[in-house]
């Protein structure tokens, strides 16, 4: 005997079709772009030396700079607002699938979006021409955060409790590709074999590589802590460098690089394949 949706159910499912899932695919497509020119910076970086920023500034001076640069922008801005709310539908009806409803993941939805949503507002404030505020330096805007916080009561606390967050988020990352966890929420059983290993390929040395970038984010964060020094602290540019001061040189930078690259390339899969 079949039963009959409950009304939350039903907004539930309003909520994740029609506009929401072409948001997705589209907020999908704009992160690849992303990751993408962010990933091709610090290749370049890596192999030349070059002064580029590789971070989200550095990717949207090089969108700006391209024939129709600015209609990019404001494509890239609308993709990561229609991905800010899909995670939003996600944190008030539950995500799809049979785990989606679950309190934590309800959480995790709910920072994505507001993450997702500060990085569209950027993105439309360089497109509108602010380009300080879309396309500031990470690694001045991550000192100024840090400076701000070591000032308030406990300072080093909060500071150490966001790092260490941050570190941990990155090595989760990192296992989670190894352990090819995202095929869960791919349309797997639909995907043909090329399909497949392409999205394996990609998203275990795209997520690798993401990670790394983070627990190492995370880490100088840690250091800032310690310190009370938020000249520690380092953005998406300044931590991508840091890899080139390790034993492996600038061969460990391009690798991660690479891995940046490649995440972006998993990217445009998802906005294929990705269940939402």
């Known amino acids: 005997m079949t039963t009959a949706s409950s009304p939350a159910t039903v907004v539930g499912r309003t909520a994740r079709g029609g506009a929401v899932r072409v948001g997705a695919r589209m907020g999908f497509m704009a992160r690849g772009v992303l990751y993408l020119l962010v990933g091709a910076l ?20 090089e969108v700006a700079g391209t024939p129709f640069g600015a209609v990019l922008l404001w494509a890239l801005g609308l993709g990561l607002a229609g991905m800010a709310l899909w995670r939003l539908s996600e944190a008030v009806f539950g995500a799809a699938g049979p785990e989606g409803d679950g309190a934590g993941k309800r959480a995790m939805s709910g920072a994505r979006c507001v993450f997702y949503g500060v990085s569209s507002f950027l993105v439309f404030s360089f497109a509108a021409g602010a380009g300080g505020s879309g396309a500031g330096s990470s690694d ?18 909060w500071v150490g409790a ?39 390929s990609t998203g275990i040395a795209g997520g ?69």
């Open 42 to 61: 610090a290749v370049r970086i890596g192999l030349t030396g070059t002064g580029e920023q590789a971070d989200r500034g550095g990717a949207l001076a």
């Open 140 to 157: 001045r805007q991550s000192r100024d955060v840090t400076g701000r916080l070591l000032a308030l009561p406990g300072g080093q606390w």
């Open 162 to 200: 966001a790092a260490v967050g941050f570190a941990a988020a990155g090595l989760w990352m990192a296992g989670s590709a190894v352990a090819r966890r995202y095929r869960k929420h791919l349309e797997w059983g639909r995907m043909s074999r090329g399909a497949r290993l392409f999205m394996d």
């Open 208 to 276: 690798v590589g993401r990670g790394l970038v983070f627990a190492a984010a995370g880490w100088f964060g840690v250091r800032a802590a310690y310190t009370f020094d938020p000249a520690e602290a380092k953005g998406m540019d300044d931590t991508i460098r840091s890899f080139a001061q390790t034993p492996a040189g600038p061969w460990l930078l391009v690798a991660v690089a690479v891995g940046l690259v490649l995440f972006g390339v998993f990217s445009f899969g998802q906005a294929k394949w990705r269940e939402v």
